[in-house]
Nanobody, 111 residues
Framework: QVQLVESGGGLVQPGGSLRLSCTVSGTIFSISTMNWYRQAPGKQREWVAQITPGDTSGYADSVKDRFTISRDNAKNTMYLQMNSLKPEDTAVYYC?????WGQGTQVTVSS
């Protein structure tokens, strides 16, 4: 059974940083392309970033140069380092493996 568990969300002031984690079990993490998505209140879920098994990464324009996606295959864990956070980054963040989703972790950026 594939499981994805996110952690690391919270409340942060504008300009601050957070690091999200997503730990995966039940599949071969090292050969999986992984994604982060987010969903703000009243909006559709949107793609944020992707990392391939070969560590090639891609980002939505809205987070490029502020967020960094990475992975640690030894720990079956993916990360999202979020810097220079803005109020518009407030959302529930989800990790995604094709056909599977985590439960989400809330990120709130507010003064």
């Amino acid at each position: 059974q594939v499981q994805l568990v996110e952690s690391g969300g919270g409340l942060v002031q504008p300009g601050g940083s957070l690091r999200l984690s997503c730990t995966v079990s039940g599949t071969i993490f090292s050969i999986s392309t992984m994604n982060w998505y987010r969903q703000a209140p009243g909006k559709q879920r949107e793609w944020v970033a992707q990392i391939t098994p070969g560590d090639t990464s891609g980002y939505a324009d809205s987070v490029k140069d502020r967020f960094t996606i990475s992975r640690d295959n030894a720990k079956n864990t993916m990360y999202l380092q979020m810097n220079s956070l803005k109020p518009e980054d407030t959302a529930v963040y989800y990790c995604n493996l094709p056909n599977y989703w985590g439960q989400g972790t809330q990120v709130t950026v507010s003064s």
